[in-house]
């Protein structure tokens, strides 16, 4: 890449924006209840609500992994300084590993968070998940929801990740 090139890719980063998580544009998507949505649903579960307790996957991804997070960045735009790469490829290579570190924390979730209590362990029993007792996880709902767009400075998405199973 010229100089020139590489300029006009580091004013591409300038003026656009990784968003990384349950995004707004999903925000009425709903599980096979088709009654919580996975924007209630993420909420309840991060936070917590007077009957749930706080599993907070996502600032779990996060706060576990600052540094790392940090250097990704980091060497990102270092990329694209050197021409190694473009902006738009340097901000999905962001969100797609962010958006692994969160999957990785729901995850996980059952070695970090408060286990699921006896009444959910039952109604998943109920609904055919006998072997998940593991918190965070109802038939993958929460997983296959966490995605990540590129907006620009106007607010408009430039790109939309797929959905993802793992």
Not at 29 to 57: M, Q
Not at 90 to 97: F, I, P, Q, S
Not at 110 to 136: E, M, R, S, V, Y
């Amino acid at each position: 890449m010229t100089i020139v090139e590489i300029c006009q890719e580091m004013e591409y980063l300038s003026k656009h924006t990784v968003e990384i998580g349950i995004l707004a544009i999903d925000k009425s998507l709903t599980g096979e209840d088709g009654k919580t949505s996975i924007l209630e649903y993420a909420i309840y579960n991060e936070f917590g609500t007077p009957s749930i307790p706080a599993r907070p996957f996502m600032r779990n991804a996060l706060d576990s992994n600052k540094e790392y997070i940090g250097n990704l960045i980091k060497t990102a735009v270092a990329d694209v300084v050197k021409g190694i790469i473009k902006g738009k490829p340097a901000l999905m290579r962001v969100g797609e590993t962010i958006r692994g570190l969160i999957i990785q924390s729901i995850a996980t979730a059952q070695a970090w968070a408060i286990p699921n209590n006896p009444k959910t362990l039952k109604i998943k029993t109920k609904n055919g998940q006998a072997n998940n007792t593991k918190p965070l996880i109802d038939n993958r709902f929460l997983i296959r929801s966490i995605r990540y767009q590129i907006v620009n400075e106007n607010g408009t998405i430039e790109y939309l990740s797929d959905f993802k199973d793992v």
